[in-house]
């Protein structure tokens, strides 16, 4: 069987995540979470006191950054950071803001692409993010761009803090979204944007299990699986 690809980008907290590995599950696909690899470098410039905005110091310690993405038994993905399992720290909600500020400079997407496109080229795959359908699989199969309202968004990243023992107030979870939603579609390189051929799917409206269902029928649909 011929390598598939499945991109699938959007807003964070649209439900990427959750959805994209259900789906690659059902499908027998590998699921790459490309957040994660944005969210490392994040941690690592967090770390190190350096600003994330400051494009020429991140550039100087990128040689210093490996990256590494694993699976564990039950086929979870992990994160490594200099051979230090970090899975847990980069959901740290200073680490979004930290791996937004990284992921707009073109020298921390450069130095990602290779990872990403090589993880494609092996596998038949369902890789989610933002560019996913616009830069690094602009061939992929199948795209799709999946969202939800922010106040929705919102909602569910409070329930997952919660359930993460991170709680935080709702008004701020809002705000954070509202602001890395604004930085993440109005940077330079690579914006979120609906990529060309990319099936818009809006779960604002549905339930888990809908969601699910549309988003394997319109990948189901398209590969014909
Ligand atoms: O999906 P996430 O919230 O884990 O992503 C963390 C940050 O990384 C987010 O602010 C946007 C950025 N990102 C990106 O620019 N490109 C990707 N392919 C994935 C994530």
Redesign the pocket.
């Known amino acids: 069987m011929s390598i598939i690809r499945v991109a699938i980008d959007g807003p ?1 907290g649209a439900g ?2 959750t959805l994209a590995k259900a789906a690659a599950k059902a499908l027998g696909f590998l699921y790459v ?4 690899l ?2 490392t470098i994040g941690l690592y410039v967090c770390n190190q006191g350096i600003d994330p905005s400051d494009e020429a110091v991140v550039a100087t310690a990128l040689p210093e950054i490996r990256v590494e993405l694993r699976y564990d038994a039950s086929g979870t993905q992990r994160m490594l950071l200099n051979g230090e399992d970090v899975s847990g720290e980069i959901r740290l909600p200073e680490i ?1 803001r930290y ?2 500020a990284v ?1 707009a400079l073109p020298a921390v997407r450069a130095y990602l692409l290779e990872t990403q496109r090589n993880l494609a080229s092996k596998h038949s795959v369902i890789m989610d ?4 359908g616009t830069v ?1 699989l602009p061939d992929a199969e199948v795209k799709v761009f999946l969202t939800a309202s922010a106040q929705v968004r919102a909602e569910r990243r409070s329930r997952d803090l919660e359930k993460m023992g991170t709680p935080q107030p709702f008004k701020e979870v809002l705000r954070d979204i509202e602001e ?1 939603d604004w ?2 579609t109005h940077r330079d390189t ?1 914006p979120l944007r609906q990529a060309e051929g990319a099936v818009l799917l809006d779960t604002s409206e549905m339930d888990f299990q809908e969601s699910q269902a549309a988003l394997l029928a319109i990948i189901r649909e398209r590969v014909g699986q």
Do not use: Q
């Open positions: 964070s990427k995540s979470d490309t957040g994660a944005y969210r979004s791996s937004s992921s993010g933002r560019d996913i690094v890395r930085r993440d690579a």
